[in-house]
């Protein structure tokens, strides 16, 4: 099966705030422009733990996401939305390996509004996309790379079934500090 854009892949229903929500977790389409470049922008204010800086000029959003779909429709990537109410809440993606050798290997990233944290979401969403990953990227194992004092993330991998693979010391620069990079990684059964 070949993802197209804008392809509906689960809709979920979770407990938020006591409210059942529907989320459509989806592949991006062209559309999507101002949406996506919005949620980047406030996910990224709202967390010091992404590599993406402030501020994503709308000029940039659009050449990320026309890169994105044409990246999904090689089958070099996989990305996915989740979205409420036409929103985007929540987005991941995996990315093959560029080296020959290592095209059975997927790097995994995730990042939630925080208004829709705590409510299953970020497993959803990395299982939904695992699993994708699997079968239309052919890849055999997802490996992703995590600030050492990012440990809500780091309880997410590891309830997912991600395993330490060990860490770069000091490898991430935050602000005028330097953390450990964490390296973790799971093979897909
Ligand atoms: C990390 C992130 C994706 C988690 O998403 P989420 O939707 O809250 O995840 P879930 O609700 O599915 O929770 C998964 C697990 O994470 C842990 N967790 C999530 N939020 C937590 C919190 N506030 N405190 C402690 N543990 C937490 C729990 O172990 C939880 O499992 P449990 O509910 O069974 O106990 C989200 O917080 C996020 O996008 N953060 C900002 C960006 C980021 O850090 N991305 C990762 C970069 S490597």
Same mark, same amino acid.
């Given at each position: ?49 992404? !590599? ?18 044409? !990246?999904?429709?090689?089958?070099? !990537? ?24 290592? =095209?059975?290997?997927? *790097? ?8 829709? *944290? ?40 590891? =309830? ?30």
């Amino acid at each position: 099966m070949k993802l197209k854009e804008d392809q509906k892949v689960a809709r979920l229903f979770l407990l938020k705030k006591n409210k059942m929500t529907e989320i459509v977790i989806r592949t991006p389409k062209k559309g999507d422009l101002e949406d996506a470049w919005k949620f980047y922008n406030k996910v990224i204010k709202e967390t010091s733990f992404l !590599s993406r800086l402030m501020p994503v000029k709308l000029v940039d959003e659009k050449k990320w996401l026309n890169d994105t779909i044409i !990246s999904n429709k090689k089958k070099k !990537s996989i990305n996915l939305f989740a979205v409420h109410d036409g929103k985007i809440v929540g987005s991941c993606d995996v990315h093959t390996n560029k080296n020959e050798r290592m =095209k059975h290997v997927g *790097t995994f990233g995730i990042c939630i509004l925080q208004d829709y *944290t705590r409510c299953g979401l970020g497993t959803k969403l990395t299982q939904t996309i695992l699993g994708l990953a699997k079968k239309e990227l052919k890849i055999k194992i997802a490996e992703l790379s995590v600030y050492s004092n990012n440990l809500i993330a780091q309880r997410l991998y590891r =309830k997912i079934g991600f395993v330490h693979a060990g860490k770069i010391p000091k490898g991430i620069r935050q602000g005028k500090k330097f953390v450990d990079n964490i390296i973790m990684y799971k093979v897909l059964k």
